[in-house]
């Protein structure tokens, strides 16, 4: 007689493989760090917001996120604290990989702390045209590890990745963005044309006519 298995219905959330610039996205939500730092990030909404937006929640973490941090203001600020401190920590480590330096031994032992904190991805699933990663559903917010898997696996893939030496940081001190240089030639200065490079050549142009 011959015995059909039925599988075991998935549990757990579902989590798209993270970009590797993902990290570098979520370092630079404190933009122009050069001069006057302008923070996007101003509590614990906030980061599950971003989380949401930039592709990566845990499932239970953006539920109600508003409400729980009303009822627990406490916890979601000790959260809260984490997740900033999680992202200066990620933008020192690639700060220093951007300027052809190498991270300190204890940024690197905060990240490995952390990513064992993160929830395990061990099971790959297909994800529409795509594959995701079946995580346990601990995905509520209790702490800023597990809130942040997306952005810390993203660190860890990045690092151990080829792209690492395309790592950049905008070349106008008073930005100092840091992106992932995807250009042909590898030789991308700006975060953006549209906006620093434009200020630079801008800059240029005015002190040649200023000397001519």
Not at 102 to 121: M, Y
Not at 172 to 178: A, I, P, Q, T
Request: proline share 4%; with cysteine; glycine share 6%.
């Amino acid at each position: 007689m011959n015995v059909t298995k039925r599988s075991a219905r998935p549990t757990g959330a579902l989590i798209l493989a993270p970009r590797r610039d993902l990290c570098l996205d979520y370092a630079n939500t404190l933009a122009w760090r050069g001069s006057a730092p302008s923070e996007s990030l101003h509590n614990l909404p906030d980061v599950v917001q971003w989380c949401a937006s930039a592709g990566a929640p845990l499932a239970g973490a953006i539920e109600h996120s508003e409400s729980w941090t009303e009822q627990h203001p406490a916890e979601a600020a000790v959260i809260f604290r984490e997740a900033i401190a999680l992202r200066e920590m990620l933008y020192r480590i690639f700060h220093a990989i951007a300027v052809g330096s190498r991270p300190k031994e204890s940024e690197l032992s905060q990240l490995n702390r952390a990513l064992h904190l993160a929830p395990t991805r061990n099971v790959l699933v297909a994800a529409g045209e795509g594959f995701g990663w079946r995580v346990e559903e601990a995905a509520r917010l209790t702490t800023a590890p597990t809130l942040l898997a997306s952005v810390l696996w993203s660190a860890g893939d990045l690092l151990t990745s080829v792209q690492l030496a395309r790592v950049r940081e905008c070349a106008n001190s008073k930005c100092l963005w840091l992106f992932l240089d995807e250009s042909k030639n590898g030789t991308r200065r700006w975060c953006s044309m549209t906006a620093c490079g434009n200020r630079a050549k801008a800059h240029r142009h005015y002190a040649r006519v200023k000397g001519g």
